[in-house]
């Protein structure tokens, strides 16, 4: 075996379980949130729609083939009548049905949207 060699060996395994530790973190901190969501209570309150925003991921694969993917998330802000202001992620349909200066009622748990009725 040559220096070169072990060097790329070592520099692998070390890229390697860094990877890993970034997955194995991402992991845990859903689950942890997913759970922390779950202990909350469902809160029903006066809201309006403040903002919404979309966010889109592309990219290209290559497999003998291009391959264009791309993935849009959608997020709503809400401000409460005490002023606070929320944002959640929503889903696309959601998204469309909900306007800027509508007002209701802001249903959610912890950081997971539930809803919103229009008055």
Known sequence: ????????EGMFFVIF??????????IV???????HN???????VDAAVVAKRQEVSSGMHSTGHHHYSASTWYYVT???DS??????????????MLAEGDYGRLTF???RYLGFERD
Do not use: K, Y
């Open 78 to 80: 809400f401000q409460v």
């Open 38 to 44: 779950n202990h909350q209570p469902i809160l029903t």
């Open 1 to 8: 075996m040559t220096f070169g060699f072990m060097a790329f």
């Open 17 to 26: 379980g860094l990877v890993s530790c970034i997955i194995l973190f991402v």
């Open 83 to 96: 002023g606070d202001r929320m944002e959640f992620a929503v889903d696309g349909p959601e998204f469309g």
């Open 109 to 111: 748990q912890g950081t």
């Open 29 to 35: 901190r859903a689950i942890m949130q997913w759970n």
